[in-house]
């Protein structure tokens, strides 16, 4: 990863520029087309931990999280057993809430499911967006909606195939987060550099 300060004269979205691990995760991550399935996943998993916690507390936690979760290894999760289950709930490092991190175990099995179906996680999400990530052209951050007739449409795809922790508001982010939407605002340096992609 690039170091966040060798872009400190460039202009960027407002939401990252109160912390030095949100402006590096703004400069080489946010936004950026991701294919892989694993680090799709845990993007997922990462966003549905963040109901109602700020992205911030997530990322500083996310080293934690890949130790707990088997490096987001969804054939290694979906066989973590009670005891295991037991260890998360008093895992200090990440956030032990017993809803998310059943959710999580769940989601590895539906995330399996998607993947026995459509080859890849990431031929399923893409083919919402037809396999092109959309460009927005948000000219402040305070124009940028929570969620999207599409972000609905995802939410309750998802949710069909027995995903937990995946409402609308949770899907945005996550199409935020892994590029299939491009939400820089438009003087953002991020914005044009991910257009030409």
């Not at 490092?93 to 998607?114: C, D, E, G």
């Not at 124009?143 to 937990?164: E, H, M, N, V, Y």
């Amino acid at each position: 990863m690039k170091n966040a300060t060798m872009h400190s004269n460039k202009i960027r979205c407002g939401w990252c520029k109160s912390d030095s691990v949100y402006m590096l995760y703004h400069d080489t991550e946010w936004g950026t087309p991701i294919y892989d399935d694993r680090l799709l996943f845990e993007f997922l998993i990462l966003e549905g931990m963040q109901a109602g916690l700020s992205w911030l507390t997530i990322l500083k936690k996310r080293h934690s999280f890949r130790v707990a979760f088997a490096n987001f290894v969804a054939e290694k999760m979906v066989k973590y057993d009670s005891d295991q289950i037991a260890q998360l709930l008093t895992n200090a490092n990440i956030i032990r809430n017993k809803l998310k991190i059943h959710a999580a175990i769940n989601n590895a099995s539906a995330f399996l499911a998607v993947k026995k179906e459509w080859r890849s996680f990431s031929d399923y999400i893409w083919h919402f967006v037809e396999g092109r990530p959309i460009h927005n052209g948000w000219s402040h951050g305070e124009a940028i909606p929570a969620k999207t007739t599409l972000s609905d449409t995802l939410s309750k795809d998802l949710t069909k195939r027995g995903f937990k922790f995946v409402g609308s508001t949770i899907c945005y982010a996550f199409m935020q987060a892994i590029g299939m939407v491009n939400d820089h605002t438009v003087d953002c340096f991020r914005y044009q550099e991910l257009i030409d992609i």
